[in-house]
């Protein structure tokens, strides 16, 4: 699957859509999720073109994936998550509901998140 460069992370990337900035560095970009499932919710995207955790981890450079992660836990730490903690997710292919095809992180915090998946 190609890159799809008109998804709405991309937009936001370039501008063409504004967010509510919480940081940004030449690796990433982190925002407050328009429809916030906790207290804290923040996406944290990088900049380059991937759609997915896969593709990211399989073709991001060195720099590009220590510095996202870097960008990810600083969020974290500057959101004031850290002590009381913090969950972050990504969705990654259709099985996991991914909805946009631009990695990212979702960063949820701010009240107790419960467990993780749904048991079967």
């Given at each position: 699957?190609?890159?799809?460069?008109?998804?709405?992370?991309?937009?936001?990337?370039r501008?063409?859509?504004?967010?509510?900035?919480?940081?940004?560095?030449?690796?990433?970009?982190a925002?407050?999720?328009?429809?916030?499932?906790?207290?804290?919710?923040?996406?944290?995207?990088?900049k380059?073109?991937?759609?997915s955790?896969?593709?990211?981890?399989?073709?991001?450079?060195?720099?590009?994936?220590?510095?996202?992660?870097?960008?990810v836990?600083?969020v974290?730490?500057?959101?004031?998550?850290?002590?009381?903690g913090?969950?972050?997710?990504?969705?990654?292919?259709?099985?996991a509901?991914?909805?946009?095809?631009?990695?990212?992180?979702?960063?949820?915090?701010?009240?107790d998140l419960g467990?993780?998946?749904?048991?079967v």
């Amino acid at each position: 699957m190609a890159y799809d460069p008109e998804n709405i992370f991309a937009k936001i990337l370039r501008g063409e859509i504004p967010c509510d900035n919480v940081y940004e560095d030449d690796t990433a970009l982190a925002f407050k999720d328009i429809n916030p499932q906790a207290p804290t919710h923040v996406l944290v995207i990088p900049k380059g073109t991937y759609e997915s955790m896969d593709d990211f981890s399989k073709n991001g450079t060195e720099a590009e994936i220590t510095g996202f992660f870097r960008a990810v836990g600083k969020v974290a730490r500057d959101l004031g998550a850290v002590e009381a903690g913090y969950r972050f997710l990504a969705n990654n292919g259709a099985d996991a509901h991914q909805e946009v095809p631009h990695f990212h992180v979702h960063i949820f915090a701010g009240r107790d998140l419960g467990g993780m998946i749904k048991r079967v």
